[in-house]
């Protein structure tokens, strides 16, 4: 697969169409991310359903962190997912796994329910991780999908992540997911 680096975002051609990750523009994108939120298959998971107030206090921090980059994904133009790129060994989420130096986190969601179920979240998540990996000098790629959430981790596994157990955080039971670049196959990684 060709990528391009362009000033709008990054492009990449998927069997579902051209994917674009864009930083998250706050004033022009958060309705649309708020009626992500207020979705119920959403809701139960990210816990930012109500008043467009709960979203933007969590906006505002993920953009006032030094760690932490949020992105709105576009299928065709489409708005149609979230990401926030983080880096996993300087957030609390390193407490409870052993972290390496430089992991990448990735927390993501799929808006439109149009897109869920048919694939296109791996597709996804693997070309995110492959694309975090190839910004920085990290090899891994962490996630930490609530346990409850199985197409969360059937999306993740299918990508190429493994499971590495049950971590008890502060606000949910999940199941670290890891996408480890040494471990990827040479053939794999070119592809």
């Given at each position: 697969?060709?990528?391009?680096?362009?000033?709008?975002?990054?492009?990449?051609?998927?069997?579902?169409?051209?994917?674009?990750?864009?930083?998250?523009?706050?004033?022009k994108?958060?309705?649309?991310?708020h009626?992500?939120?207020?979705?119920?298959?959403?809701?139960?998971?990210?816990?930012?359903?109500?008043?467009?107030?709960?979203?933007?206090?969590h906006?505002?921090?993920?953009?006032?962190s030094?760690?932490s980059?949020?992105?709105?994904?576009?299928?065709?133009?489409?708005?149609?997912?979230?990401?926030?790129?983080?880096?996993?060994?300087?957030?609390?989420?390193?407490?409870?796994?052993?972290?390496?130096?430089?992991?990448v986190?990735i927390?993501?969601?799929?808006?439109?329910?149009?897109?869920?179920?048919?694939?296109?979240?791996?597709?996804?998540?693997?070309?995110?991780?492959?694309?975090?990996?190839?910004?920085?000098?990290?090899?891994r790629?962490v996630?930490?999908?609530?346990?409850?959430?199985?197409?969360?981790?059937?999306a993740?596994?299918?990508?190429?992540?493994?499971?590495?157990?049950?971590?008890?955080?502060?606000?949910?039971?999940?199941?670290?997911?890891?996408?480890?670049?040494?471990?990827?196959?040479?053939t794999?990684r070119?592809?």
């Amino acid at each position: 697969m060709t990528t391009l680096q362009t000033r709008a975002g990054w492009l990449l051609p998927t069997p579902f169409g051209r994917f674009e990750l864009d930083q998250l523009r706050p004033l022009k994108d958060l309705a649309v991310l708020h009626s992500w939120m207020n979705d119920p298959e959403v809701a139960a998971f990210w816990d930012l359903a109500g008043p467009r107030e709960v979203l933007d206090r969590h906006i505002a921090a993920v953009l006032s962190s030094a760690h932490s980059e949020p992105y709105l994904g576009r299928l065709d133009g489409e708005a149609m997912s979230y990401w926030e790129l983080y880096q996993a060994d300087q957030d609390p989420l390193a407490d409870y796994y052993t972290a390496r130096r430089g992991d990448v986190g990735i927390h993501l969601l799929i808006g439109p329910g149009s897109f869920r179920g048919r694939g296109v979240g791996s597709t996804l998540i693997r070309a995110v991780a492959d694309w975090a990996l190839s910004r920085t000098a990290s090899t891994r790629v962490v996630s930490e999908p609530d346990l409850r959430n199985q197409r969360s981790i059937r999306a993740f596994t299918n990508a190429g992540f493994e499971a590495r157990g049950v971590l008890e955080l502060p606000d949910k039971q999940a199941m670290l997911m890891v996408y480890d670049r040494t471990l990827i196959p040479e053939t794999r990684r070119a592809g």
